[in-house]
Structure formats: structure tokens, C-alpha cells
């Protein structure tokens, strides 16, 4: 009878630790009002191991294996439309990400075939240099947090391809 109260009254404490998910984690802000009313097929936060990009490497980073860019939540998958803003966790393996941040589908043409299909619409800034992006380093101990994006569609930074 004592042994049934005893473990009955076990928590797990001493269970391992639950697996940490690694990646990065922020929220991404949407300046209100800039929003499109079309072009807005996809909506993507993207991770890409190479910088700078042209649009042969965007391409042949997200479907080439292994992959340089990495979509959140998947190229299958968009990001909500017409909202402020939107916590995030995009899981990821350690590594450096040389440029993370949203990027837009405008059309249906994501072979490449000289159309312009993609478009940045807001990165994480270095805070050392505000007009560049920053890295994330991602390692195997803990998730990197406050990666944060600021997206304003009427305004998009400079496109780097």
C-alpha cells in the first residue's frame, strides 16, 4: 500500500529533460496598411547559408540536396495573410544563416524561367549595421531567439537578386 502511494505520487522528476528544438524564434511585424490586395500568392520566412544571393542560387538553394535555404513553414505551406504580426519558431540544424528573413511568391512560375517570382519583403538587420542582414548562428545547445522582422510591402528592401 505505502509502494502504490509512493509511486502514484512520482512526477517523472526523474524523467530526461524534454529535447530542446533547435532553430531560431522571433515575430515578425507587418506595418499596418501594406498589405497587398494581389501578388501575394506565398509567404515564406527563409533561412539561406549563402549571402549574397542571385536568383540561379535562390533557386538551387531551396530544391537542390542538401538545401542552402530553408522555408518556414514549408514551400508547401504560407505564412498567415493580413495580420500585424505573428510569433514564430522555425526549427533548424546548427549552422550559420547568413541571411534570414520573408519573402513573397507574386506568381506561379517557381521554375525560373526569367521571371521575377520571388521577392524579399523584410530581413533580420545586423544591429551593428542596420541596413544589412544579420547572421544567426544556430547551435546544438539552445534555440536562438529574438531573430525579429519587420515587413512593409509597400516599402521592400533593396532585392538581393
Request: hydrophobic share 40%; net charge negative; proline share 11%.
Amino acid at each position: 500500500m505505502i509502494l502504490c502511494l509512493l509511486l502514484t505520487a512520482c512526477d517523472g522528476g526523474l524523467a530526461p529533460p524534454p529535447p530542446i528544438e533547435l532553430g531560431f524564434s522571433g515575430t515578425v511585424y507587418f506595418t499596418p496598411g501594406s498589405w497587398p490586395t494581389d501578388s501575394l500568392i506565398n509567404l515564406w520566412i527563409f533561412a539561406s547559408q549563402i549571402y549574397p544571393l542571385d536568383s540561379a542560387k535562390v533557386y538551387s538553394g531551396l530544391f537542390a540536396s542538401p538545401a542552402t535555404i530553408f522555408a518556414y513553414p514549408s514551400l508547401s505551406g504560407s505564412l498567415p495573410f493580413y495580420i500585424d504580426s505573428l510569433s514564430y519558431s522555425f526549427p533548424l540544424h546548427s549552422g550559420t544563416y547568413k541571411y534570414v528573413g520573408v519573402i513573397q511568391q507574386t506568381s506561379f512560375d517557381l521554375a525560373g524561367h526569367g521571371i521575377r517570382v520571388l521577392r524579399v519583403v523584410g530581413f533580420y538587420k545586423d544591429p551593428t549595421n542596420l541596413s544589412q542582414p544579420g547572421t544567426v548562428e544556430v547551435n546544438e545547445s539552445a534555440q536562438v531567439k529574438g531573430i525579429n522582422i519587420n515587413v512593409d510591402f509597400r516599402n521592400p528592401p533593396p532585392q538581393p537578386f
